[in-house]
């Protein structure tokens, strides 16, 4: 039986499935009709139960500014590292 996030559930709890969120890192993707770009080490709170993902507003930022510059080159795959 799945426990879901309430009011009073705990800030590392996952809202999602009652698992645990912890520090780690994903792989974060966008794709374009021309191209694709992919930004590896991402910075994230992933549930150790589920997978759910969670990107913190500044890294996000940094993840939107890669993305813009990537649009602007038009390269068909970007492959880069945030961390």
């Not at 994903?26 to 374009?32: E, L, N, R, S, W």
């Not at 009709?33 to 994230?44: C, L, N, Q």
């Amino acid at each position: 039986m799945k426990t879901f996030m309430t009011r009073n559930s705990s800030p590392t709890q996952c809202p999602l499935c009652g698992g645990t969120k912890k520090s780690g890192t994903t792989t974060f993707t966008a794709d374009f009709e021309f191209g694709i770009v992919v930004v590896r080490e991402v910075p994230a709170t992933v549930c150790t139960l589920c997978g759910a993902e969670w990107i913190k507003d500044d890294v996000a930022a940094r993840l939107e500014g890669i993305v813009e510059e990537a649009k602007k080159k038009r390269l068909q795959v970007e492959v880069t590292t945030l961390a």
